[in-house]
């Protein structure tokens, strides 16, 4: 499920003017409350759950498949202070927040769910996704549980809490149930999958650098890729918003993505500051 802890690289962070590595924005045009992205991600958001009760969210500097992800309650959040870590990883708090949120069995334990209008999770202070040029990869678990009508925002980032400013879908279906991911530069830069299939989990990832632009992978396969171009970011600490677009989100560009309420369950979130290889995207797709 999600919620819980962030980190970052001490190495990453002196490459940047600010000390967090978690997503961050720089400037850009679009159009009504969208502005151009530029993004540098940095560690990864991991949405899980070991009880029902909790959610967690984590953010880790490098992908380590093979390791057992620590784990730490919601309520513990605000005392988190700096531990050692491999590569001298440092932790730091995300504010976040979920409305109409329920957990169920997930892909991996327990997942969360979105099955009432109005349901998101969001989580704010993604530095490295604002930052221009920044590669980046989301991954997450999807399961559609509900037969509604077709779209949904799976992934919503802005540069404001709700949801606009420097805003857009990175992740979401179409009106017909494609798998979207896209990214902006002046204008969107998209790519679409095959049909989310009803009731059955599906691992999605998809990432961003300036040598292969947007990439998609399903369940472990490289659907496509963009045009190369450049992330134009929100130049400013990023939000994520998960399972929804806001009503004062609307009239951000959407691109290709049918935006609003998902029906469905999402487990295993995770957002990096880096280009996921192949490798990585299938150690995640075979848990």
Request: with cysteine.
């Amino acid at each position: 499920m999600i919620v819980g802890r962030s980190e970052w690289s001490t190495e990453e962070a002196s490459a940047t003017t600010t000390s967090i590595t978690t997503i961050t924005s720089t400037t850009s045009t679009s159009t009504s409350s969208t502005s151009s992205t530029t993004s540098t991600t940095s560690n990864c958001i991991q949405c899980r759950c070991s009880t029902c009760s909790l959610i967690y969210l984590q953010v880790q500097a490098q992908l380590r498949p093979q390791q057992q992800l620590q784990r730490q309650p919601l309520q513990k959040l605000r005392q988190l202070q700096q531990q050692q870590a491999p590569r001298s990883v440092q932790q730091q708090q995300l504010a976040q927040t979920g409305v109409g949120l329920s957990s169920t069995t997930g892909r991996i334990n327990q997942s969360i769910l979105f099955n009432v209008s109005g349901a998101y999770f969001q989580a704010g202070g993604f530095t490295l996704l604002g930052v221009v040029g920044q590669a980046y990869s989301i991954s997450l678990w999807v399961n559609k549980a509900l037969s509604t009508s077709g779209g949904g925002t799976l992934l919503h980032v802005s540069a404001n809490s709700n949801g606009t400013s420097w805003c857009m879908p990175m992740l979401g279906l179409t009106s017909s149930d494609e798998i979207v991911g896209q990214s902006w530069n002046s204008f969107m830069m998209t790519v679409q999958g095959p049909v989310l299939q009803l009731g059955v989990w599906t691992h999605i990832v998809t990432s961003y650098s300036i040598n292969n632009s947007v990439r998609l992978w399903i369940n472990g396969t490289l659907i496509g890729s963009s045009a190369t171009f450049t992330y134009a970011a929100s130049s400013s600490p990023d939000w994520i918003t998960v399972g929804t677009t806001f009503p004062a989100a609307m009239s951000c560009a959407s691109g290709s993505v049918s935006t609003g309420q998902f029906y469905g369950m999402i487990d295993e979130l995770r957002v990096y500051s880096r280009e996921l290889t192949s490798s990585d995207v299938y150690a995640l797709a075979n848990p």
